[in-house]
């Protein structure tokens, strides 16, 4: 595995950060890669590298990007290559939302299977960390998991109009 990155102290090295997490988890291959945040704004979804490695690495069997966020509103209007690309791919690519009551509390985070995650742990003044402790992860993934459970199909991959 690629080596961990600095610790998160910036937007850049927040969105480096968040590079370095999905390119090991596509060397990996990792099965499922978890991305949490309130609405995504600062991830890097537009990037080229990023939907050209994504599109690889879903084409391997039984793989699955799921995403959770209090909103997708931003979303088209920030990454509309993303949006776009994720028509392609509703198959394999989840978006969730969570109830009110716990949408609130959503970390910024991106898990791969239970062996990294990178985490903006202070979105104010850009603090985070990426792990790729086991023991560290596995509370989180289970913690993920179990919004999951409580959330909502959210962010359709098509637009209806009338």
Do not use: K
């Not at 459970?149 to 637009?159: C, K």
């Amino acid at each position: 595995m690629n080596p961990a990155p600095p610790p998160i102290d910036s937007p850049a090295s927040f969105a480096a950060a968040l590079r370095w997490g999905f390119d090991a988890a596509f060397a990996q291959p990792a099965r499922r890669i978890v991305c949490v945040d309130g609405d995504f704004a600062a991830w890097p979804l537009d990037a080229p590298a990023l939907l050209e490695g994504l599109t690889a690495w879903l084409r391997l069997p039984q793989r699955r990007l799921v995403l959770l966020a209090r909103s997708y509103d931003e979303v088209p209007r920030r990454w509309p290559r993303f949006t776009a690309w994720r028509r392609d791919w509703v198959h394999a690519v989840e978006a969730w939302q969570p109830p009110d009551d716990l949408a609130a509390d959503l970390p910024t985070l991106l898990l791969a299977d239970t062996t990294l995650s990178v985490q903006l742990l202070d979105a104010l003044r850009w603090r985070g960390r990426s792990c790729t402790d086991a023991r560290e992860i596995h509370p989180w993934s289970e913690h993920i998991d179990a919004l999951l459970q409580q959330s909502s199909p959210a962010f359709s991959a098509e637009t209806l109009g009338l």
